[in-house]
């Protein structure tokens, strides 16, 4: 358990679907961040919240849109994707967003495109 | 362009040690991190290096040089439950953490 909880573990949709991956994180951190994991490849920063505003966006297509409403919860919304995004979405959450601190990793959201 | 290198995957027997090596290209460097992650879990912290020398932590330890760009874990007394992938990062001058593949380790018994 390391605080930070995804849902859902896994999902499986079609290109045409919309769906939302979730993330709580219980620390009272005020950071939050997603990562894609795809097989031996490296890990993939796609979005960092800090204090509930965007301080980072890593060219990720637009099919991809965060949401943080507040400092615990963050979400990925997902519309019109592709085949390739199928991979491990991995919300972390950190106190400070610059990095320095340690990552607290939630066990991810599996996802599959057809 | 920066770059994180480590082996993609490793064996060793229980009981043993084994070394995890990870060389860096950072602009800059204000650190690195190794991480571990299990089959299906989340990636948990195991340390942070910023200065040269090692770091020790029960059986795992972490070593940097940053003259060669380099960075070790070391496990000793492996057991079973040490198999996992094993991340290393580098975090560059302005802050941004550069990932690598990960090492994946098997334990034989």
């Known amino acids: 358990e390391t605080g930070v909880t995804q849902t859902p573990r896994h999902l499986v949709m079609g290109m045409t679907n919309k769906k939302s991956l979730k993330c709580e994180q219980h620390?009272?951190?005020?950071?939050m961040y997603w990562y894609k994991q795809s097989a031996k490849k490296p890990l993939e920063l796609m979005f960092v919240?800090?204090?509930?505003?965007?301080?980072e966006n890593n060219s990720v297509p637009s099919r991809f849109s965060p949401e943080c409403p507040n400092s615990s919860h963050l979400f990925l919304h997902l519309h019109t994707l592709q085949p390739e995004d199928s991979a491990l979405y991995l919300c972390?959450?950190?106190?400070?967003?610059?990095?320095?601190?340690?990552?607290?990793f939630g066990e991810g959201s599996r996802l599959t495109v057809l | 362009g920066q770059n994180i290198d480590q082996p993609t995957e490793m064996t060793a027997t229980e009981g043993a040690i084994v070394q995890i090596n990870c060389t860096y290209q950072?602009?800059?460097?204000?650190?690195l991190f190794w991480y571990q992650q299990h089959a299906g879990e989340a990636p948990t912290f195991l340390s942070y290096?910023?200065l040269d020398g090692l770091e020790e932590k029960g059986r795992f330890s972490s070593f940097l040089s940053r003259s060669k760009g380099y960075s070790y874990l070391l496990l000793k007394e492996l057991q079973m439950k040490d198999s996992a992938s094993y991340l290393c990062?580098?975090?560059?001058?302005?802050?941004?953490?550069?990932w690598g593949a990960g090492t994946k380790l098997i334990i034989k018994p």
């Open positions: 990062a580098g975090l560059d001058s302005n802050y941004q953490l550069i």
């Open positions: 620390l009272g951190h005020n950071a």
């Open positions: 290096n910023v």
């Open positions: 919240y800090s204090l509930e505003e965007r301080v």
């Open positions: 972390a959450s950190s106190q400070g967003g610059d990095n320095t601190g340690e990552l607290f």
């Open positions: 950072t602009s800059g460097f204000n650190g």
